[in-house]
């Protein structure tokens, strides 16, 4: 064997490997790279949709608790008018209350003074019968001084 048919079967040899590389072994691997790489751009890809996704309904939470904020002042804004609303009818009704027990107790005591009065008036015109009666010593009958003593009545 010489060099040159060495060389020469060596070439053949090395054609043949890159010949069987090139139709066995490579396009497999090749396959596996091109998944591999489909893979990975489709992961990209979702990260990417998932990331404005995300974005999207960050933004729709944002709006969403802004809306429910709003509403929430609103609400507890129309509460407190409601309950102010309510103290103050309570303040006008308790008031009003007042002022009829306050009205009706000035009434029961005007009418229980014009009583007194006018007992005290029976009273004092029996008093000054009974006095006048002693100092005439006489019995002073009346029915016979109604006149009299209703003009006595008027003058206490």
Same mark, same amino acid.
Request: net charge positive.
């Given at each position: 064997?010489? %060099?040159?048919?060495?060389?020469? =079967?060596?070439? %053949?040899?090395?054609?043949?490997?890159?010949?069987?590389?090139?139709?066995?072994?490579?396009?497999? %691997?090749?396959?596996?790279?091109?998944?591999?790489?489909?893979?990975?751009? $489709?992961?990209?890809?979702?990260?990417? !949709?998932?990331?404005?996704? =995300?974005? +999207?309904?960050? !933004?729709?939470?944002?709006?969403?608790?802004? #809306?429910?904020?709003?509403?929430?002042?609103?609400?507890?804004?129309?509460? $407190?008018?409601?309950?102010? +609303?309510?103290?103050?009818?309570?303040? +006008?009704?308790?008031?009003?209350?007042?002022? @009829?027990?306050?009205?009706?107790?000035?009434?029961?005591?005007?009418?229980?003074?014009?009583?007194?009065?006018?007992?005290?008036?029976?009273?004092?015109?029996?008093?000054?019968? !009974?006095?006048?009666?002693?100092?005439?010593?006489?019995?002073?009958?009346?029915?016979?001084?109604?006149?009299?003593?209703?003009? #006595? @009545?008027?003058?206490?």
């Amino acid at each position: 064997m010489n %060099i040159n048919s060495t060389l020469f =079967l060596q070439a %053949i040899v090395f054609a043949i490997l890159v010949w069987f590389t090139m139709k066995f072994v490579w396009p497999p %691997i090749t396959k596996a790279l091109d998944e591999r790489a489909q893979k990975i751009a $489709d992961g990209l890809a979702a990260a990417d !949709k998932a990331k404005s996704e =995300l974005s +999207s309904a960050n !933004k729709r939470v944002e709006a969403e608790l802004a #809306l429910s904020r709003t509403e929430t002042t609103a609400r507890l804004a129309d509460a $407190d008018r409601r309950g102010q +609303s309510i103290v103050e009818e309570a303040k +006008s009704k308790a008031t009003e209350e007042a002022n @009829k027990i306050i009205a009706a107790a000035k009434v029961e005591a005007e009418q229980q003074s014009n009583k007194a009065r006018e007992v005290l008036r029976e009273q004092v015109a029996a008093l000054a019968v !009974k006095g006048a009666e002693q100092i005439l010593r006489k019995e002073v009958n009346a029915s016979v001084h109604a006149d009299l003593l209703g003009r #006595l @009545k008027l003058e206490l």
